[in-house]
């Protein structure tokens, strides 16, 4: 690879917040480069359809098609299909490494900013790793850029505004879920309604969705949750078993198709590589420790949207706005106006939606042992907790011990799972529950690494002389 071509700004992630942030600092002058895995901006909530499908208008499509159109004029190097799988800081700032069709490249700025989005948890059941089980998160990327789902009959369970959202429109597509299983009772979401009034556009769609399952017939199981899942005979989804939380009676539904989310957490794998801290937070877990402007401990490290707290896209891209001004203004740029706050109302909307998507640790610590924690190296609950009696203090030992964290998703699934089960073990290392991130943050292609080359171009020595 040769020399790190330098700019004002990295932005890594082009969803609300990112997007949004390259647009408010080239406007003020910087020299932005903005990079996202996908092909377009627009993040999960905002995504760009795939070529060739016409999803129905809706105002997520709407705001992604604006903020697109915006991104292509106003002259942000967008580097597009490009995965960033290292960071680290140098002497003028950081260096990013980043591999795309064409190859690998290291790109140098002075000020980087991190936008990379949040990622799904799910509580693990026993059969969550059966063929036919789902995200939410996945479902909603299969909606949004294919108008598709997969599945014949279906069922949709977990808990937060999303599971609404996806059963409501697989009832669209034609496909009303057997079921919606619900882990919140009705009166957590009555009063999530007072910060629901905070988006009334918001408000009127949940309840619209609401409203449409109910006319459809679809159950909604409240105050339940996927105790197991069970394979058919082609080892695929057969059966999901559902029973009341505290305890009941369970109810099986067959179905061939399930999709499952609890909640986010923030992407933060980059931030923590450079040094960010995490710090309590009671809605989401936690968050990365940054002003109000996105700026970390770290001189020249931002941050914006779920990445650092979960919030949403709208108030993402609020935040992105004023995060990308105040690197502007940071930079020595001169500016007309001091970046706006998010509205109090946005942020009460974004703790409605938090207080619905809440796990507890004691959920995760009441597991039993032969549930699945990690499932790219395929390890028990039960294996955990011996780690952690043989004397496995903290989250990088238990790395050690069962090679937890170790798969392709670097922990990304199973990390706040296992970060519970060490704050309710006894004995165990006091902060110590979070993996430590190490490269390739992503896996990388190795077409990607290769990049385009003629076999004729490699240098081959003449052979030694005899």
Known sequence: MSAAPFHDLIIIGAGPAGANAALSAAGAGLDVVLVDEAAHPGGQVWRAPAAGTHPPPDPDLTRGNHLRAQVAQAGVALRAQTVVWSVAATQDGFEVAIASPQGPELIGTRRLLVATGAQERVVPFAGWT??????????????KSENFLPGRRILVAGQGPLLVAVAAKALKLGKAPVAVVD?????????????????????????????????????????????????NDAGALGAVHVTPVGGGTPRMFEVDTAFVGNSLVPGDEILRLLGARRRPDPLTGWRI???????????????????????????????????????????????????????????????????????DDARIAGLADDVVLCRCEDVTVGAVRGAIADGAQDANQLKHFTRLGMGPCQGRMCGANAAALLRTSPGTKPGGDVLTPRSPLHPVAVAQLAGQFDYADIPVPKPAPL
């Open 183 to 231: 882990f919140n009772g009705l009166g957590r979401w009555v009063q999530a309604l007072r910060g629901f009034v905070g988006h009334l556009p918001s408000l009127r769609q949940g309840l619209t969705w609401q409203a449409k399952l109910a006319l459809a017939g679809v159950p909604i199981l409240r105050k339940h949750a996927i105790s197991r899942a069970e394979a």
């Open 289 to 359: 420790e940054a002003d109000d402007e996105g700026r970390c401990k770290i001189p020249g490290l931002y941050v914006a949207g779920d990445a650092g707290r979960i919030r949403g896209a709208l108030p993402a891209a609020a935040q992105g706005t004023r995060t990308g001004l105040a690197i502007a203004r940071d930079a020595g740029c001169a500016l007309s106006a001091a970046p706006a706050k998010t509205p109090r109302r946005m942020d009460r909307f974004a703790d409605a939606s938090c207080s619905l998507m809440q796990v």
């Open 130 to 143: 059966l063929p036919g089980v789902f995200g939410l998160a996945a479902a909603t990327v299969l909606l």
